[in-house]
């Protein structure tokens, strides 16, 4: 049983066809890694199965949990439980990490949450992380550091618990500490969550320590290979080069 499901999804922006025939199979829990050179649609992958409306779908359809979502607005697709990594800027003047993260969690489930039960849950997620409960009411406007800012990040996916993360280089610019954060964090994610994910990357460092199920190469708005988790080594060897030449 897939949770997603995309069949033969073409994408157009701006009237401009970037993605063609796109399939891809997610099973609740997998995680995948998308890879792919820049400027191949791995974001536009990424947009348009959230929903973004700048993203036309022209063709084909998106499977989610059971639900047809191709034409679901980006809200009603959080709250089936997609989640595309951190579009909400993490720098809101005057509010503390943790009214935001009440926020996102009350706008996902469309309820509001009661002070108490969202500590509880608050608490529970930074224990996962090792994080320092203080860190929850510092401001987000008061320069956290590029480390910080995905351990937040993290600290998000946690809290809002997706049935599939899509993780759209979350790690590129870090430095290697930032990189070891991130990787740390989704790893808990797979473990305590067991969400799956499709990660989106070109930096394999960040796969090192993360149990990957699937590959997938995408290159020129088309998926060209598709392969297990051999492939994230071969690719970080080679590069995409070998891949170009001989599509499948
Ligand atoms: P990747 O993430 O693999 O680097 P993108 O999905 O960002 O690739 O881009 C794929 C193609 O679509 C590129 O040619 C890019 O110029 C074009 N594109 C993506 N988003 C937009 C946009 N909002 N407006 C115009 N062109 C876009
Ligand atoms: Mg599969
Ligand atoms: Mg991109």
Do not use: C
């Amino acid at each position: 049983e897939n949770l997603l499901e995309v069949r033969n999804l073409v994408v157009n922006v701006e009237d401009k066809e970037i993605l063609h025939n796109i399939n891809l199979d997610i099973k609740p829990g997998e995680t995948h890694v998308l890879m792919g050179p820049n400027g191949a649609g791995k974001s536009t992958l990424g947009y348009a199965l959230m929903g973004n409306p700048k993203y036309t779908v022209k063709g084909g359809s998106i499977n989610f949990a059971g639900e047809d979502i191709t034409k679901l607005a980006v809200d009603k697709r959080a709250k089936a439980g997609l989640f595309l990594s951190f579009q909400n800027p993490l720098e809101v003047p005057g509010i503390s990490l943790s009214s935001f993260l009440k926020t996102a969690l009350e706008q996902q489930r469309g309820v509001r949450i009661k002070a108490w039960d969202f500590r509880k849950e608050l608490r529970q997620a930074m224990a996962l992380l090792q994080m320092d409960s203080k860190y929850a009411e510092r401001d987000l406007n008061t320069g956290f550091s590029g480390g910080e800012k995905k351990k937040a990040e993290i600290l998000q996916l946690l809290m809002l618990n997706p049935k599939l993360a899509i993780l759209d280089e979350t790690d590129s610019g870090l430095d290697v500490d930032a990189v070891k954060i991130v990787s740390q964090g989704i790893k808990t994610f797979q473990e305590h969550r067991q969400g799956a994910l499709l990660i989106i990357t070109h930096n394999t460092k960040i796969l090192d320590a993360l149990h990957v199920d699937h590959t997938h190469i995408l290159a020129q708005g088309q998926i060209i290979k598709n392969a297990g988790p051999e492939l994230v080594d071969e690719v970080s060897k080679n590069g995409f080069e070998k891949f170009l030449q001989n599509k499948e």
